[in-house]
């Protein structure tokens, strides 16, 4: 059985970063598509960043959403079987529970789509004040 278990959230200052990590358990599949997710009370959950290994090389693919790129980091340690997502120069509008999501395959171009993604964790809270 897959489990996504969230940590690091919290609350900051804008200006201020968080470490998120996710820790995923019970893949048989190695490499699977992860992402991270928000959403905050009444809105729609709002892809965040993804990343993908592909090829016989495993080469990464990492994509981002316009509103963090530049500020937000994706990373994976295949090793700890834990995805991360450095959040720097935080905003306000950054405040939102953060959720990991991982599949087996997601379609090309759906990296930030949340339907595209069967397992996900319980989510981590990120406040930020101005």
């Known amino acids: 059985q897959v489990q996504l278990v969230e940590s690091g959230g919290g609350s900051v200052q804008a200006g201020g970063s968080l470490r998120l990590s996710c820790v995923a358990s019970g893949y048989t599949q190695s490499r699977p598509y992860m992402a991270w997710f928000r959403q905050a009370p009444g809105k729609q959950r709002e892809g965040v960043a993804a990343i993908r290994s592909e090829g016989a090389g495993g080469y990464t693919v990492i994509t981002y959403a316009d509103s963090v790129k530049g500020r937000f980091t994706i990373s994976l340690d295949n090793a700890k079987s834990t995805l991360y997502l450095q959040l720097n120069s935080l905003k306000p509008e950054d405040t939102d529970m953060y959720f990991c999501?991982?599949?087996?395959?997601?379609?090309?171009?759906?990296?930030?789509?949340?339907?595209?993604?069967?397992?996900w964790g319980q989510g981590t809270q990120v406040t930020v004040s101005s």
């Open positions: 999501a991982a599949d087996p395959y997601v379609r090309r171009g759906g990296e930030l789509t949340p339907v595209e993604y069967g397992h």
